[in-house]
């Protein structure tokens, strides 16, 4: 089925939104204030990242490929597997549902913002930054951590049947969850230094939320440190699926 541009624009809005929504707000159920899930540590986070992402592929991958992240609109693009004429609308959806979600964490956790007296847990809920502060490093971090998400990523839909001859490993309907893993298995392994951005529209939509709703004591949003989980992720992006497409004509 064709979809028109528009509506693949509002399945990244609505497929972002819910990515956000549920990522976000296992953050906040862990790091917030008296809530059922404080303190349940990093595998519960990773846990809910994964099947975030997993949910949000499966509502929305239908009619856009539920991309989600710029850096994958962009690292399909560079190796000629997405048209570079949707990439701006893309991206502008994505941010807005990021966004969105975030405002929708926001309001779900209201009163345990209020509860929390740490400024730097209630920034945590909607935007990374690093366990040791150093901006190349970090940087380095963050491509890496994308870059084997595009691989990963380009290696699920080969393995899927995208390739003439090859035995499907993995339906179209387990895709997705298998995607999820894929996520869970990089905030595992190597989500420790940054907390694994790999995606500037899950990091920068919701700073901007976190800068502009009325968050009771919330601190600064370190707009220092943003550019690290946008400019990282895009790099590390198109090297990951350059370094599929290397792969792949060996």
Known sequence: MDFTPM???LAEVVGTMTLVLLGDGVVANVVLNKTKGNSSGWIVITT??????????YVTGWVSGAHINPAVTIGLAAIGAF????????IIAQMIGAFIGAVLVYLTYKQHFDETDNAALKLAV????????????????????????LFGILGIGHTMGGAQGLV???NAGMGPFVTGFLIFSIGLSL????????NPARDLGPRIAHAVLPIKGKGSSDWGYSWIPV????????????LWVFVQNL
């Open 126 to 149: 909607f935007s990374t930054g690093s366990e040791i502060r150093s901006n190349g490093w970090n940087l380095v971090t963050e491509i890496i951590g994308t870059a084997m998400l």
């Open 168 to 170: 499907e490993t993995v």
């Open 7 to 9: 509506a693949m624009y």
């Open 48 to 57: 809910g990242w994964g099947l975030a992402v997993a949910m949000a592929v």
């Open 231 to 242: 400019v990282g992720p895009i790099i590390g992006g198109v090297l990951g699926s350059f």
């Open 83 to 90: 048209d570079w004429a949707l990439v701006p609308g893309y």
């Open 191 to 198: 989500g420790g230094p940054t907390g694994y951005a790999i």
